[in-house]
């Protein structure tokens, strides 16, 4: 392929060193020298065109390069020099052109392989020794140190194990495997040393499986064909019958010549590789990296969209969901607490409960006497406090768990969170839920592939099904594919693909086969995946889900333009082939004009480097729109506040209740009103001004008046309340009202959320 790039760039070099040396013949008054150099500089053109079309014509293939080798040879055989070397320069010009639009990122699997461990460590006896991979058998021992890859399939003979599958399930959070249990190569030992037996050799584990996957996948590939060979059938003997017409009826053989000039199908060779680069070019801006203009056209046919779910869909590791705390404990003090024992742990759990504490503005304090216990939790002192940290079985032992910890852990089912139990001195304090949600953009993005013409969206992950459709359960999703391991979403994308053209959108190592195998693979690569980015046609090089509406809708609209200008610049060529047959066009003259045309399809198709005209004047301001959404990130901590004062109600009565609820009162007052109503008198109008149609502002202010018409309920509620009105009635009716602000709140951020990320100016 590098050869014949190479190769095609070479002509054009000659062909315009030729016509320049000529033209210098020419003006000196050298006619004849001029023939021969521009003849000279035109024959290595025909000679190497004519073995490409001997070559497709072996494989069954015909394209509209016919005419121009026709026009090329009959140029040179009527002495018409200077028509032949015009036409060596548009087609070699074209090709050079094309060249560019179709070549593609090199896909190698160097990171993909370079991540496999080629040796291992393995037990003979009491002795360890070092062994390659290659050599190991089934029911070796092997030991795998923290850190390490396991480098094939086995069992576990260890009491506890801690791995890292993000790799092959791109779930973030590590799991704990018990003897007995099954590990797959390509897992990361995340806790300490342990061994297992060898169940498969190394070129039968999982890991090579993937690797050969991608492989397959990827060779299996139909080669980018050109959008000018569709014509192709239709073009040519149209053409022939054209150029024999005007030869028999004129007598003429250059009548003839020049139909064939003027019919070489620049506007077919040009219009598509440069619409396709104008729009990958665009797309570049984007931070969308599309990999040459067979992707670009895959992706304007796109009927469905496969998502992979963890580290696309949702943000991809373990982030604090919620605080659950026993009666009368404070939700910040326990993570305060537990965040500073954490720090004594590398674990990714134990990172993100830091990172949780560090954005609400904690103070953390360094924990001393520090001890983990594998696979279960951590303990140690912090400001002279005894703190454990772990599951509830390590917390409660074979006690039964408080009915506020039972609640934790049916949140926690619910929410398909891992929850990580605290204790302080003794004392069960609280629980903190993690997991996984969705990503800001995610439902945007859902909604702009709709809008963009994506008729199916499914959902495609090795998690499991209550996960998954927790998940699916807030977006448009037609269908989720759960427990699905990388063979599996290799079969799910052919199946789809061989209904209609499919895009696969994922992240990780483990969606890097079906990447390979889709019509078209996405790969999100900010994060530096970059297996799955080799295996991908378009890489997104920024961490934003809504990028792959954008792919679409540049691939669609660069394809529309590339079409068009095939079409208008082939029907000024037929005008141009009806002057020609009749006489009016010479063919160097029709050579001219033929450029002409070209000109005017390559503008036209550069038109593809410019977004689409949208319907709003102007865009808001990126600083207004990260202040917006800044004061939303406050709210939603007091947000969660409300949250755990209605979950304090739940055991309070008298004056406590009392209290809980007057604190509530003063929280929406001091918070949620007074930022909806400078929502409604202060941000409105100004975001009016940024908008083509005020109506959706319109409807968002009835959100307003709802919000606004709850916190009245609460005051009414919190109004002159003393501690014997405070009976289990009226704490019902309180946690109701807080429970609709809470939920009313959020979901109207989040559609502010979109309006502002619509009209932020680029």
């Not at 150099?37 to 497709?56: C, E």
């Not at 089934?138 to 791995?163: H, K, N, T, Y």
């Not at 040519?236 to 250059?254: C, N, Q």
Request: aromatic share 4%; charged share 20%; glycine share 8%.
């Amino acid at each position: 392929m590098v050869e014949e790039r190479f190769v095609r760039r070479s002509l054009l070099l000659a062909v315009l060193l030729g016509l320049l040396a000529g033209a210098m013949a020419f003006a000196f008054d050298h006619d004849r020298l001029a023939d021969w150099l521009w003849i000279g500089a035109t024959v290595p053109v025909v000679i190497v065109l004519a073995i490409s079309i001997v070559r497709d014509l072996l494989a069954r293939r015909l394209g509209v390069d016919a005419i121009a080798l026709l026009a090329m040879a009959g140029a040179i055989a009527l002495n018409q020099s200077l028509a032949a070397i015009v036409v060596a320069i548009m087609y070699t010009g074209g090709t050079v052109l094309e060249d560019y639009a179709v070549a593609r990122a090199e896909r190698n699997l160097k990171s993909l392989i370079d991540r496999a461990p080629t040796i291992a460590l393995r037990r003979n006896g009491e002795v360890i020794e070092e062994t390659s991979i290659a050599s190991i058998a089934i029911g070796d021992m092997i030991v795998v140190r923290a850190g390490e890859i396991l480098p094939v399939d086995g069992l576990i003979r260890s009491p506890i194990a801690i791995l890292d599958e993000s790799a092959l399930t791109g779930e973030p959070i590590p799991v704990t495997r018990a003897l007995g249990e099954s590990a797959r190569s390509g897992t990361l030992n995340a806790g300490d040393t342990f061994e297992i037996t060898a169940v498969a050799t190394a070129e039968d584990s999982t890991y090579a499986g993937i690797v050969r996957l991608v492989t397959s996948a990827q060779t299996a590939k139909a080669p980018f064909i050109r959008l000018a060979d569709r014509y192709a059938l239709l073009l040519l003997p149209v053409t022939l019958l054209v150029a024999g017409l005007a030869w028999v009826i004129s007598g003429e053989a250059v009548r003839a010549l020049a139909v064939l000039v003027v019919a070489t199908p620049c506007p077919l060779i040009l219009a598509a590789p440069v619409a396709f680069i104008a729009g990958v070019s665009q797309a570049a801006r984007r931070g969308i990296i599309i990999k040459g203009g067979a992707p670009l056209d895959a992706l304007a046919r796109t009927h469905t969209v496969l998502f992979d779910k963890t580290g696309t869909l949702t943000v991809g590791g373990a982030r604090l969901v919620a605080i659950e705390t026993g009666p009368g404990e404070s939700a910040d003090e326990v993570l305060r607490l537990v965040a500073s024992l954490e720090q004594a742990s590398q674990h990714v759990v134990a990172r993100a409960i830091v990172a949780a504490a560090m954005v609400r503005g904690l103070v953390l304090q360094m924990p001393s006497q520090v001890h983990e216990v594998m696979g279960s939790g951590l303990e140690g002192i912090v400001e002279g406090k005894c703190v454990r940290a772990g599951s509830h079985q390590m917390i409660f032992g074979s006690h039964r768990p408080d009915d506020w910890a039972l609640r934790a852990l049916r949140r926690a089912s619910w929410r398909s969170a891992l929850s990580v139990f605290v204790s302080i001195d003794g004392r069960i304090a609280g629980a903190l839920l993690l997991g996984d949600e969705l990503r800001k953009e995610t439902p945007r993005a859902v909604q702009s592939l709709r809008a963009a013409g994506i008729a199916r969206i499914v959902m495609v992950t090795g998690d499991r099904a209550d996960a998954a459709e927790t998940i699916a359960a807030a977006l448009d999703i037609d269908a989720v594919l759960s427990d699905r391991d990388p063979s599996d979403k290799v079969d799910a994308v052919a199946m789809e693909s061989r209904l209609h053209p499919t895009l696969m959108v994922g992240d990780g190592i483990n969606d890097a086969p079906a990447l390979a195998a889709a019509d078209v693979g996405v790969a999100l690569g900010a994060r530096g995946a970059s297996a799955s980015s080799e295996a991908a046609d378009v890489v997104i090089v920024v961490d934003r889900l809504d990028r792959v509406s954008e792919a679409v809708s540049i691939a669609r609209r660069s394809r529309r333009i590339a079409v068009q200008s095939i079409v208008v610049g082939m029907g000024l060529s037929g005008i141009a082939m009806a002057a020609a047959a009749v006489g009016w066009l010479a063919p160097v003259a029709g050579a001219i004009t033929q450029e002409a045309i070209d000109v005017a399809v390559i503008l036209n198709a550069l038109r593809a480097l410019r977004p689409a005209r949208r319907a709003t004047q102007r865009g808001v301001p990126g600083t207004m729109a990260r202040d917006l959404g800044a004061q939303h990130r406050l709210l939603e901590q007091e947000l969660d506040k409300l949250l755990q004062i209605s979950d304090a109600l739940d055991d309070a009565g008298g004056q406590e209740a009392v209290d809980l609820i007057l604190k509530a009162h003063r929280i929406v007052e001091e918070s949620v009103v007074i930022h909806e109503r400078e929502d409604e008198t202060i941000i409105y109008p100004r975001l009016t001004k940024y908008l083509a149609d005020g109506h959706g502002l319109s409807a968002m202010s009835r959100a307003h008046r709802e919000i606004l018409h709850q916190a009245r309920l609460l005051s009414r509620i919190a109004r002159n309340l003393r501690a014997e009105d405070a009976d289990k009635y009226l704490v019902r009716d309180a946690q109701r009202v807080l429970g609709s602000i809470e939920a009313l709140v959020r979901i109207h951020n989040a559609q502010e959320d979109d309006i502002y990320e619509h009209v932020v100016q680029e």
